[in-house]
């Protein structure tokens, strides 16, 4: 059974930086081919923030996030499949909840990696806030 559990959210002022991770275990697979990270406030859908193709490090990014987020993959053979999401200069709307989402498809490298309906796996979600 595939499980995800992110972790490092926390508080930040806007301007600062925080690193999230997601550890993942259980898939068929070393690693799975798609791993993403989406961002959800209430009341809006689940918005596309960061992907990466975990075969070849191709990275795709929300045109809000590029030049401040960096994404990246790495296994750990005691972890499990790690995602991290490094978000430098924070905006107050960067502030959400952020999910760590996988998929074992083959999709080749687009924003179409943006789309939450492409992922089956996720985690539960850690809590980003930043204060203006």
């Known amino acids: 059974q595939v499980q995800l559990a992110e972790s490092g959210g926390g508080s930040v002022q806007a301007g600062g930086s925080l690193n999230i991770t997601c550890a993942g275990r259980g898939y068929s697979t070393v690693s799975p081919n798609y791993m993403a990270w989406f961002r959800q406030v209430p009341g809006k859908e689940r918005e596309g923030v960061a992907a990466?193709?975990?075969?070849?490090?191709?990275?795709?990014?929300?045109d809000s996030v590029k030049g401040r987020f960096t994404i990246s993959h790495r296994f750990i053979v005691s972890q499990g499949s790690m995602l991290y999401l490094e978000m430098n200069n924070l905006k107050p709307d960067d502030a959400g909840t952020y999910y760590c989402?996988?998929?074992?498809?083959?999709?080749?490298?687009?924003?179409?990696?943006?789309?939450?309906?492409?992922?089956?796996?996720w985690g539960q979600g850690t809590q980003v806030t930043v204060s203006s």
């Open positions: 990466i193709y975990t075969g070849g490090d191709n990275t795709v990014y929300a």
């Open positions: 989402a996988a998929d074992l498809g083959r999709y080749g490298t687009g924003t179409w990696l943006l789309n939450s309906a492409l992922y089956k796996y």
